[in-house]
């Protein structure tokens, strides 16, 4: 006899349930400010901001890795127009990418990086914020 045990965002994942009770911090672009989800496990990454239909202007998600590597995203089963901003270790933008929902073409870090944070389309922009700009707070306050 087979057992099998599915673990909440398991069942999150394959019912089209977004995740909404993920642990949150704060980050800062300048007097900017972010509430973000994090992202940091597998699975979590996977589903990121997958099966949400709307998002307070003020709320992103960050994506947390292992380790530094090209980080690709894509918009599969994401219903909400994103950019995403990839990060250095110490929080600085690498390269800045916008994304239009329910896409599967990838979106990709010009180098390797540890952190993806994603926004509403156009946060960044328009805030003015481009590459080498420094995202402080979270884990960028080491």
């Known amino acids: 006899m087979v057992f099998c045990t599915f673990v909440p965002e398991t069942l999150r994942a394959q019912d089209g349930q977004p ?3 993920l642990q949150k911090t704060r980050l800062a672009a300048g007097m900017h400010q972010l509430e973000v989800q994090l992202a940091q496990t597998p699975l979590q990454r996977q589903i990121g901001l997958m099966w949400r239909k709307d998002m307070p202007a003020h709320e992103g998600m960050l ?24 990060l250095d270790d110490d929080g600085r933008i690498v390269n800045l990418v916008d994304m239009q929902p329910l896409r599967d073409d990838s979106h ?15 946060w960044f922009s ?17």
């Open 19 to 21: 995740q909404m009770d």
């Open 126 to 142: 328009k805030r003015n914020l481009r590459a080498g700009f420094k995202i402080t707070g979270g884990p960028f306050n080491k």
């Open 63 to 86: 994506f947390v890795f292992e380790q530094p590597a090209i980080q690709c995203f894509w918009m599969r089963n994401t219903f909400i127009p994103l950019s995403a901003a990839f």
């Open 108 to 122: 990709c870090s010009v180098k390797p990086v540890r952190y993806v944070l994603e926004t509403h389309l156009g």
